[in-house]
């Protein structure tokens, strides 16, 4: 029988796809196994906003201590490239995403991650947490979730990465990040202290457990010849700084204390962050936008993103309205398009990065932890009722035709999309809705119906839809209206 960690080694290799490291200048599909649907595909209007966003994800995979991010300045420090120099001020995110791998089956040593904040004033900065959460995958199990299953209770989450996006969407704070944090002039506060361990603790490993605590000393297990342990920890931070602050993302081993561990102090990630170099093995590097090589790799984010909300009205053309399709036809808006990958449209919804280390992403790739947030003021032109589905699609790589998608005839199982969408609405009787549905999409994969509304003839129903895009999520995917015949 497989171990915990071992299970969460296959589970990780298989649920991770993150944004995928290459992409081949055409898509190697047999046509036989595709399936063609006709239809309009869009560029999503609106666009993101001009929020900083702290975007901490290469490299991914971590298994020694070193810096994974940092904005500090570089004077001083042992590593200056490994600082960017970029002062927070006001709202900003802080999202996070990273692996640990341990050096084999044996290697049970409990990883931690921080989140540094400093203030370089005279004056003491005060931090408001909006909201909030940081998962492992340990404690977030890759549940089989049958995709359209409601989600109104939360109790449906596959992954650190849905279960955070689920948490933040409802404007939840978790219980151990506080509402405020002040900082005095000079001072560095740890934001977050958590463990990614690479066995069970019988500790708290929400980061509530206060510096220099003693966890429990890892088991003595023989090598069962499974392969290292993996274990990954997602992060999602909404605030504001009433200054300006610097913030870094570090990793290190929990020090050795009387033969078992304990949990790293201020002092220890503050020496770090000092002495300490760029963790590695470090991702492999990007190809430069608009590269013509055959192979183009995206590369992982490390950097300063600009962007923390799209937000967009959708509507034909000029029009206040979106017309509902002919019936037995349907419309969608790209999601998450990036480069080589626009579905027809031409348009990149990458984030910018205003800072980064030159081996990681140039763009945001994925926009992981960004909040879409749609309006569809569907409209129905006709002289009858109709019934309009809006449903989230993960259609066949494509950069050139905006007049159909492909899907796979029998989507395989790779998922490349899980997590919580909400849509609100009225209903005909002007009673307000909130309907969460969990989304689970294969690669290739139609899809089907996730809120069905009936207009009246010459009706206009406003439809509010609104997700966040989740770290462990393979872009692009598609909204589409679509009217029943």
Do not use: C
Request: charge should be negative; hydrophobic fraction near 35%; proline fraction near 8%.
């Amino acid at each position: 029988m497989l171990s915990l960690f071992s299970l969460l080694s296959l589970v990780n290799t298989l649920h991770h796809p993150i944004v995928p490291t290459s992409v081949s200048a055409a898509p190697l599909v047999a046509q036989s196994d595709v399936v063609t649907i006709p239809q309009e595909v869009r560029s999503l209007p609106g666009g993101l906003d001009d929020v900083p966003v702290f975007n901490s994800n290469s490299p991914e995979i971590i298994s020694g201590a070193g810096i994974l991010l940092s904005t500090f300045p570089s004077r001083g420090k042992s590593d200056p490239g490994a600082h960017l120099n970029y002062r927070f001020d006001g709202r900003f995110d802080i999202f996070s995403h990273h692996v640990v791998r341990g050096q084999d089956d044996r290697d049970t040593r409990t990883m931690y991650k921080a989140i540094l904040v400093h203030n370089p004033g005279d004056r003491t900065v005060t931090l408001s947490l909006r909201d909030g959460a940081s998962y492992l995958s340990q404690e977030s199990p890759w549940n089989e979730i049958a995709s359209g299953s409601s989600n109104l209770y939360s109790n449906n989450f596959s992954g650190p990465g849905s279960r955070v996006m689920n948490d933040v969407l409802r404007g939840r704070r978790q219980a151990v990040l506080p509402a405020q944090v002040s900082i005095p002039p000079g001072e560095s506060h740890l934001l977050l202290n958590v463990p990614i361990p690479l066995r069970r603790l019988t500790v708290a490993t929400d980061g509530s457990l206060p510096p220099g605590s003693a966890i429990t000393p890892p088991p003595v297990s023989a090598s069962s010849g499974e392969g290292p342990r993996l274990n990954g920890r997602s992060t999602l931070i909404r605030l504001n700084s009433s200054g300006p602050v610097y913030v870094a993302s570090l990793a290190m081993h929990a020090p050795q204390s009387n033969g078992g561990e304990r949990v790293p102090t201020v002092d220890e990630w503050k020496l770090l962050l000092a002495r300490g170099k760029l963790a590695t093995p470090r991702d492999q590097s990007p190809s430069r936008p608009g590269s013509s090589d055959a192979t183009f790799r995206y590369g992982r984010v490390a950097g300063v993103v600009e962007g923390s909300q799209w937000r967009a009205t959708l509507t034909d053309g000029r029009s206040s309205q979106l017309a509902i399709p002919t019936p037995g036809e349907q419309i969608s808006y790209g999601l998450s398009t990036l480069e080589r990958n626009t579905l027809g449209t031409g348009q990149i919804q990458s984030a910018p990065i205003v800072a980064r280390y030159s081996d990681t992403a140039h763009v945001a790739n994925g926009n992981y932890g960004i909040e879409y947030n749609l309006d569809l003021p569907l409209y129905n032109d006709t002289d009858s009722p109709k019934t309009v589905s809006l449903s989230v699609q993960t259609p066949l790589q494509n950069d050139s035709d905006d007049d159909a998608l492909q899907f796979y005839a029998s989507p395989e199982q790779r998922v490349f999309f899980r997590g919580t969408v909400l849509f609100l609405y009225k209903e005909t009787d002007g009673r307000s809705r909130a309907v969460y549905k969990y989304v689970v999409q294969n690669s290739g994969e139609q899809g089907e119906s996730l809120l069905d509304l009936t207009l009246a003839p010459g009706e206009q129903r406003d439809v509010n839809v609104q997700f966040l895009y989740p770290p462990d999520a393979t872009p692009p995917q598609v909204l589409t209206v679509a009217t029943q015949g």
